[in-house]
């Protein structure tokens, strides 16, 4: 197992390497220093571990999270919440600021739970804070940053609120909040359709220092902070002790988020399945745990490639269309 | 009487180059607003191929193959003129003056000033359209790097190269407004078989590109015909 972390590790750095090198000395730099500046944090959630706070009403984890970002949720403007024209509907969680049971714009984490062979099992969800996010890829206004520590993180005042993040996230993660940000101030009732929110990895604690109030407020320790290369190394040790399974470290590429079970993640998936699914489709904001999810990123690199190649060959084209247009020309001068 | 012989004005290289910048451009176009989150919620889904638009990931490869495309004309038409050294179209000194003056001409239909192989709006045409393609393979290039997993781009800089990428969509759908608007004065619409067959009509050409006319080469003047621009002249002067 460590050996096909190894190579992929191996082959992320080559091609980083490799592709650095032809980048301009400027661009090159900053690179390099965001590279080194790079300490990526990740967490373990341990499934053996975590009993969803069976005595209290509400899991401390989710509690202490709410409790924690309460500033950061919208702030709506009631008259501006009308249909995303033409569509019918809009998406306002702000009525509904307690529901504690899936991800809302007000509720960035929530403890999902299944029964699997006899045994119930609560699964903390929240943003895995992918290595190579979809989401901050694909977000066609540049408003996803990935921080140092490895926290995927919405800027609030460039999002569009065009869902985009949602549809393309593996697990749906990002949600949405009708009636504020800056499409407001555009045209509201035409273009975008509010702010997406999700779990920032309490990135303004670990800019100090601090663990995310998940962790610190976990009753059973089951959610275990620290340096992303310690905890894979971990989560596999402990895996191996228990004879149990890994989630998160595969998954889209890799993200910052290793859950830890001794049940296979395929027979959770299939009961999350069930109860996640309505007629309509999958219940929005409680996630999935599909497995062997790949990242859609990475399936483009090849045309990348091919797309670097074009340019070369258009010149190496032009090359020999121009040579042997004065080579005609010549001929015609005789 | 009317003279129909030929000058011929682009090249089959031009031509090749002219309809793959504006398909691979168009397909740009679709796949980049693809990108955005608009077909759903406008019901483009909901039209016929709806279904492949509202695949981000679809409109992703779509938008990286288009690209791969137009890269390479883009770069081909870049060095080609460069390597032959023919820089008929690149703007002077000048032209914004000068293409009011022909606009004007064509709205008040009074004669317009004399005109090189290009007209001075289409050399302006030309640089607009042509800058904001450029600036669109570049930033295109930087957003292609972020994407790879190996690449981090500094976020502040993902922001605003994200952002100009998507002014540049929008002054290039500007500019090709203002392409295709160009043939609604029938004084333009002679040039379009130029974009087909190569080909002018030599009255068109001695009348609008005077400039041209008179400094055609032997290749320009369509040898099919089997004379020479002096016997042309003479004939049609003759007549
Ligand atoms: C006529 C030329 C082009 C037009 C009109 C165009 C338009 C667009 C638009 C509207 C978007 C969606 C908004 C955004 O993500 O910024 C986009 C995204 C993008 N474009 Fe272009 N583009 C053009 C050329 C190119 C070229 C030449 C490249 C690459 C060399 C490129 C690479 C990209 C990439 C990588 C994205 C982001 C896709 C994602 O990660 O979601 N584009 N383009
Ligand atoms: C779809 C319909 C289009 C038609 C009918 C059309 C036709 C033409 C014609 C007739 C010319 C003039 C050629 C000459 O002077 O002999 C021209 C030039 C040009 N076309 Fe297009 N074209 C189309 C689309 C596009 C697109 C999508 C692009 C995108 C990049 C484009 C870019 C240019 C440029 C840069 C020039 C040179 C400047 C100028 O003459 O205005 N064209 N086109
Ligand atoms: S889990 Fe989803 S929202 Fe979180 S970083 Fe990954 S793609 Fe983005
Ligand atoms: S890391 Fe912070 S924001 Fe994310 S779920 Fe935990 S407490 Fe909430």
């Known amino acids: 197992m460590s050996n096909g972390i190894n190579r992929r590790e191996f082959l992320k750095r080559s091609t980083a390497a490799g592709i650095a090198s032809v980048l301009t000395l400027t661009v090159g ?10 300490s990526n944090k990740a967490t373990i959630i341990d499934l053996t571990k975590c009993d969803g706070c069976v005595n209290l009403g509400t899991p401390a984890c989710v509690t202490a999270c709410s409790k924690k970002n309460s500033d950061k949720f919208p702030v709506v403007n009631e008259e501006l919440l009308k249909p995303y024209w033409p569509q019918p509907k809009f998406e306002d969680h702000s009525k509904n600021k307690d529901i504690t049971d899936r991800l809302t714009p007000y509720n ?26 979809t989401c901050l890829g694909m977000c066609p206004f540049g408003a996803i940053e990935k921080e140092n520590s490895g926290a995927v993180c919405i800027n609030d005042e460039l999002c569009f609120g065009g869902a985009k993040c949602r549809d393309v996230c593996p697990w749906s993660i990002p949600q949405r909040q009708a009636g504020v940000g800056i499409y407001t101030k555009i045209a509201p009732e035409y273009i975008g359709g509010g702010v997406m929110y999700k779990c920032d990895f309490c990135s303004d604690l670990l800019k100090n220092g601090q663990k995310p109030a998940c962790v610190t407020s976990c009753p059973k320790n089951a959610i275990i902070f620290g340096e992303k290369e310690e905890l894979r190394k971990k989560v596999y040790e402990l895996a191996k002790e228990m004879n149990g399974f890994v989630y998160g470290d595969k998954e889209n590429g890799g993200t910052s988020t290793f859950y830890l079970s001794k049940i296979p993640f395929e027979k959770i ?6 109860q996640n699914t309505s007629p309509e489709g999958p219940i929005m904001g409680r996630p999935l745990m ?27 084209t032009a090359g020999y269309v121009a040579s042997k247009r004065l080579k005609g020309e010549k001929t015609d001068g005789k | 009487m009317e003279n129909n012989r030929k000058i011929i004005r682009q090249s089959l290289s031009n031509r090749i180059v002219h309809w793959g910048i504006a398909i691979s451009t168009i397909l740009l176009i679709v796949s980049g607003f693809g990108n955005m989150p608009m077909y759903k919620r406008y019901n483009i889904v909901k039209l016929p191929f709806g279904e492949f638009l509202g695949s981000f990931i679809n409109m992703l490869y779509l938008h990286y193959l288009s690209a791969a495309f137009l890269c390479f004309f883009v770069f081909y038409h870049l060095f080609v003129h460069y390597f032959a050294k023919e820089f008929d179209i690149l703007p002077r000194k000048g032209d914004v003056t000068q293409s009011f003056l022909i606009i004007k001409a064509m709205i008040t239909k009074s004669q317009e000033p004399p005109s090189d192989k290009y007209l001075a709006e289409q050399r302006i045409a030309y640089a607009f359209i042509g800058g904001n393609v450029l600036t669109l393979v570049i930033t295109g ?5 972020k994407n790879l997993d190996s690449i981090n781009i500094p976020n502040s800089i993902n922001t605003i190269v994200t952002n100009i990428h998507n002014a540049a969509t ?5 500019g090709l407004i203002g392409h295709i608007a160009a043939f609604i004065f029938k004084e333009n619409r002679k040039m379009i078989p130029g974009m087909f067959t ?31 621009k002096e016997e042309k002249k003479f004939e049609t002067s003759s007549m």
């Open chain 2, 198 to 228: 190569g080909k002018l009509d030599e009255d068109y050409v001695k009348h609008r590109h005077s400039i041209w006319y008179e400094n055609l080469t032997d290749d320009e003047i369509d040898v099919s015909n089997n004379v020479t």
């Open chain 1, 290 to 316: 599909e497995p062997e999810i790949e990242n859609k990123l990475d399936t483009v690199t090849g045309m990348a490639i091919s797309a670097a190649i074009a340019p070369i060959a258009g010149i190496i």
């Open chain 1, 108 to 133: 960035w984490t929530f403890v999902d739970k299944v029964e699997v062979d006899g045994e119930i099992i609560s699964i903390p969800r929240r943003c895995m804070h992918c290595d190579n996010a």
């Open chain 1, 269 to 274: 998936n299939d009961q999350l399945k069930k």
């Open chain 1, 29 to 38: 730099n900053e690179i390099a220093k965001a590279e080194s500046e790079l």
């Open chain 2, 141 to 145: 290039f930087i957003k292609m790097l």
């Open chain 2, 170 to 174: 929008m002054l290039l759908i500007l």
